[in-house]
């Protein structure tokens, strides 16, 4: 580890949508913040941004103890020309020890390409962090085959150690606004004939009324079990009755019952919330792994051996078609009540 | 090689390759939902007919040298065997596509064959229409006459049962041309064209079973036909089909068992889950026994069927052979099938369950391209031959 | 067009099941197949050469056995295919494997004279899941990269492509040549015909290794080459010892979820 002493620090890249922070780039501060303790090191938030005055106050608010800011045009958007030029830049300059990038699908367009440039390790999709205790590199945990197997992944022979983490993994600390920091400003600007990629135009497609998995605290999700596109009217009665967002398993996408926005799983999103209610799924490892890690799993199944009951806190054996409405019934009196 | 002893072990790789395109393809685009919809319907899908014909598998029938899929005997009987497993009905037409088209490569001309095989490669369908409502295997009893009025001949008739009668655009038609006898002089084969005036189609057959399978009526109304669209010499035609007829035995049962093999795997399914007196009946002995009475009819049924295949490859065509595929296939289909309903019990007797399904679609096997009747009298007729007086 | 579309041989993940006592994977007997992402690139590549014409080069790095998953892509629009493998090539990660690619795709353009228009990659494999390949393939190579696409169209020496977002998807253009990913498409992949099958069937799969490869270094692949390094694997815990209910009318049993959960003070 002598080797890496000029390496320091553990950075969390704050990916933003539209001038404002992603949820992921603010939950990686929680575990970031414990690991640059336990490595004797800062955690630097570092946004790329067109203005970044809010974003920058939002990661103090959330436990960066530094921020790097770069300011620019060319960085309203993501772009991968831009973005990996910039972060090279800042590489070299500071020399981290280490990386956290939301899994996003822009974090895993600009982490390969980035540790690429770097040549260095990148590990993708993470769902657990920690220090390994034999040699203190970072030990990044991931899902492979699917979900079926869990990896543990060192870096030991390069530096940074970039990983990009799952979104809805960790969660966001309590804000602190009153907590602020140091914030450099480095001023990088993109020669013009390196990039090469235009967004034409982002098309936003989810209506606002469709509450987004991510962040719901109570989603009710429906599987082949329904057996029919209109039955989802079911599992949206029951949604609204919650309050909840409505999700869907891949063999209901698949099938085209709705639209793929509303996949959770291993090709889909992955959810964390208070209560994950799955409907007619049977819970195939590819959909655990997209919301194993809710709070409080409740199955419903006609099939006492479907999978899914393995990971259930709470399980009902029987026809959905018939308890479902009754639930839906049951919570609006309890909430009239 | 497969690991299921119930699949045919000596595929070539091409084979295989081609069986393994059906399952892909069938397994995903006629889901039992759709199978079950067209039983009910009584609707062939010809949206998935036209995608499979596109793959190449239009004009199975048709060598390559006219345009067609040039599969050898063998072959065919396999693309058919799992065609049946997924729906019947569906195979019986699909693969009846090209039937109409067999007769000209015993007794067409080089022009007919090659025009008439691009036309089936493109996904034209030929039906063959020969049976009439009072004469099916005894076709002395035809009464469709094709009269010459010069270049032409002017056909009248009704046929019925015909396969894909209401969604071809070609007909093999069997009319009496001449003084008709017991050894079927007098008939000849003729090609109509469906938009030839005269030519109608009647209602569709309300059938028992393979009901997504096509089956009209068809009626000739002074329909003037040329005479370049004769099949082979004037008064030869039934001669022409008994010999087309001695080749298309081992294709014709396939579909059969495909059905035979789908009642199979569900009764196997099903005996391993289905719990009575505490273990799953699969671990009775008299299911077990059933299930090995199963397993040995499909298994003889299919070498039976594979060598009569094998034979037409080799050029040699025994009507007796095929008369004892065709019979025995059919029955050990339809008797797999039973044995499986049997084995589900009541949900065997439920529409909700594809069983009965099975059970009617592999019923016609006994019954169409000649009843059994006659492939025995066939078979027994040669057994014991000519007897000097 | 001159495409290249790289494909990975993966077992069908969707069939793998974990042995209750060892608690491994139970590799045996789950078919191989090629990686779903890729047969959607492959489908994308096959569209623009039905629309443009051109040629399709299929590579794939992998043991012999990958053969059959080349000449599955042969069946459904690949016009050559190569399997890059060689022994050295083993344990390789992320990066060494990109290298490898991108060594092979000079090695390709220097066989041919002619550059690739566009490259091709899956979003990720369904085995190592990473999806991190291509993009350090483009790096490698030096060319623009677009991930994550699910529909792409050529216009002149450009591409346009619709990207997937959580929110919807964006449009975005570069010049040619680009590396992209392919996510699911709206178009499925296409059936063989039988006669591009049988013919793949026969097709000579030409083995590309350190032989062909002289402009790699070999210290830069497999576990030499490779920066991230596994420290274990093992297989998610399940969570298990949940509360089933299941009373004789269902209505009862949805009455009695909704108290518990009330009176856990989860609603």
């Known amino acids: 580890m002598s080797i890496f002493a000029d390496y320091k620090n553990l950075w969390v890249f704050i990916e933003t949508y539209k001038g404002k922070a992603r949820s992921v780039g603010l939950e990686l501060l929680n575990p970031g913040k414990e690991l640059a303790r336990q490595m004797g090191e800062s955690m630097v938030a570092v946004i790329l941004g067109d203005d970044n005055q809010e974003n920058i106050a939002a990661a103090f608010a959330y436990g960066a103890d530094e921020v790097i800011s770069v300011e620019g045009p060319e960085f309203a958007h993501y772009n991968t020309e831009a973005y990996t030029y910039a972060m090279e830049k800042l590489v070299e300059k500071y020399k981290p020890s280490t990386m956290l990038i939301g899994a996003t699908i822009y974090g895993r367009d600009f982490g390969p390409r980035l540790a690429c440039r770097l040549k260095t390790g990148l590990t993708a999709d993470c769902t657990a962090l920690s220090i390994d205790e034999e040699s203190g590199n970072m030990a990044w945990t991931r899902p492979a085959f699917g979900g079926n197997l869990m990896a543990t992944i060192l870096c030991p022979n390069t530096r940074p150690q970039i990983g990009t983490v799952r979104p809805g993994v960790f969660k966001k600390v309590e804000a602190d606004s009153a907590h602020k920091g140091n914030v450099i400003k480095e001023a990088i600007s993109v020669p013009q004939d390196i990039i090469k990629t235009r967004l034409v135009e982002s098309i936003q497609e989810i209506s606002g009324e469709i509450i987004k998995l991510e962040d719901a605290e109570i989603i009710v999700s429906g599987g082949r079990g329904l057996g029919r596109p209109e039955n989802f009217s079911y599992v949206r009665e029951l949604a609204e009755a919650l309050g909840a967002a409505v999700g869907a398993s891949r063999a209901a996408v698949d099938a085209g019952w709705i639209p793929h926005a509303h996949q959770v799983g291993q090709t889909g999103k992955t959810v964390g919330p208070k209560i994950y209610i799955a409907c007619g799924i049977s819970g195939a490892i590819q959909h655990l792994a997209g919301m194993g890690g809710s709070d409080c799993i409740v199955a419903i199944n006609k099939d006492p051996e479907a999978p899914i009951f393995s990971v259930a806190d709470y399980g009902i054996v029987g026809d959905l078609f018939e308890i479902l409405p009754v639930m839906a019934a049951e919570i609006k009196k309890l909430k009239n009540a | ?389 | 067009m001159n495409i290249l579309v790289c494909v990975k041989q993966v077992p069908d993940t969707m069939e793998i099941k974990i042995d209750p006592v060892t608690n491994t994977l139970i590799r045996d007997g789950v078919p191989s197949i090629v990686n779903p992402f890729d047969s959607y690139a492959l489908e994308l590549a096959a569209r623009i050469k039905d629309e443009t014409g051109g040629k399709i080069t299929v590579v794939c790095m992998g043991p012999k056995q990958a053969e059959a998953a080349l000449k599955e892509c042969l069946a459904v629009g690949g016009d050559k295919a190569y399997l890059v493998t060689d022994r050295a090539f083993g344990g390789s990660d992320t990066l060494a494997t990109s290298y490898i690619l991108s060594c092979t795709v000079q090695y390709l353009e220097e066989l041919s004279g002619e550059k690739f228009d566009i490259i091709f990659c899956g979003k990720q494999a369904i085995d190592g899941d990473t999806g991190q390949v291509g993009s350090e393939m483009a790096e490698h190579i030096g060319l623009p990269q677009i991930t994550c696409i699910q529909d792409i169209k050529v216009e002149g020496d450009k591409i346009v492509v619709r990207q997937e977002m959580d929110e919807g998807y964006n449009v975005l253009e570069t010049k040619l040549p680009a590396v992209v990913s392919v996510t699911k498409t709206p178009y499925e992949p296409r059936y063989p015909t039988v006669k591009a099958k049988l013919a793949a069937n026969r097709a000579q799969i030409t083995h590309i290794t350190t032989a062909e490869l002289t402009n790699l270094t070999v210290e830069r692949t497999g576990l030499k080459g490779s920066p991230t390094k596994v420290k274990k694997t093992f297989t998610p815990q399940r969570k298990g010892g949940g509360t089933i209910i299941q009373e004789d009318a269902p209505a009862d049993s949805a009455v009695k979820l909704v108290a518990l959960m009330s009176g856990a003070a989860l609603i």
Not at chain 2, 86 to 92: D, K, L, M, P, V
Not at chain 2, 96 to 112: C, D, I, M, N, V
Not at chain 2, 210 to 231: F, G, H, M, W, Y
């Open chain 2, 1 to 389: 090689m497969t690991d299921n002893f119930l699949d045919y072990q000596l595929m070539t790789e091409d084979q295989q390759s081609l069986v393994d395109m059906i399952h892909e393809f069938m397994s995903k685009e006629m889901p039992q939902e759709l199978v079950e919809k067209n039983d009910r319907e009584g609707h062939f899908s010809m949206d998935v007919a036209k995608k499979l014909g596109e793959m190449g598998f239009y004009a199975m029938d048709v060598p390559e040298q006219y345009g067609g899929a040039g599969f050898d005997c063998v072959t065919i009987c396999l693309i058919r065997e799992a065609l049946g497993y997924y729906c019947g009905g569906f195979a019986n037409s699909f693969v009846g596509q090209s039937f109409g088209y067999k007769p000209l490569l015993l007794a067409g001309t080089e022009e007919q064959k090659m025009e008439y095989g691009q036309r089936l490669a493109n996904g034209e369908f030929w039906a063959t229409a020969l049976t009439e409502p009072q004469g099916g295997s005894d076709a002395v009893n035809t009464r469709t006459k094709a009269v010459k009025d010069g270049d032409d001949y002017i056909i009248n008739g009704n046929k019925c049962f015909v396969t894909n009668g209401g969604i071809s655009n070609l007909y093999t038609v069997s009319a009496v041309t001449g003084e008709t006898n017991l050894r079927g002089e007098g008939i000849s084969l003729f090609i109509v064209e469906r938009d030839f005036p005269g030519v109608s189609m009647g209602k569709h057959e309300d059938k028992m079973g393979i009901r997504a399978s096509n089956t009209t009526e068809l009626t000739l109304q002074d329909v003037r036909v040329p005479a370049k669209n004769l099949i082979g010499p004037v008064n030869t035609g039934y001669q022409t089909m008994m010999k087309m007829l001695a080749r298309t035995r081992p294709t014709g049962c396939a579909p059969a068992l495909g059905i035979a093999r789908r009642a199979i795997d569900l009764a196997i399914d099903y005996s391993r889950q289905r719990i009575t007196f505490g273990k799953p009946i699969g671990k009775h002995q008299g299911i077990q026994f059933k299930l090995a009475d199963m397993a040995i009819r499909l298994q003889t049924a299919r070498n039976q069927m594979i060598y009569n295949a094998t034979l037409v490859d080799q050029g040699v065509y025994d009507t007796v052979v095929g008369s004892i595929t065709k019979a025995y296939a059919s029955e050990a289909a339809f008797q797999i099938c039973v044995d499986a309903q049997q084995i589900f019990a009541g949900y065997g007797y439920s529409k909700e369950y594809p069983l009965e399904k099975l059970v009617r679609d592999a019923r016609i096997y006994s019954i169409f391209e000649g009843p059994n009747e006659v492939q025995r009298w066939i078979i027994g007729n040669r057994l014991v031959g000519k007897i000097k007086k």
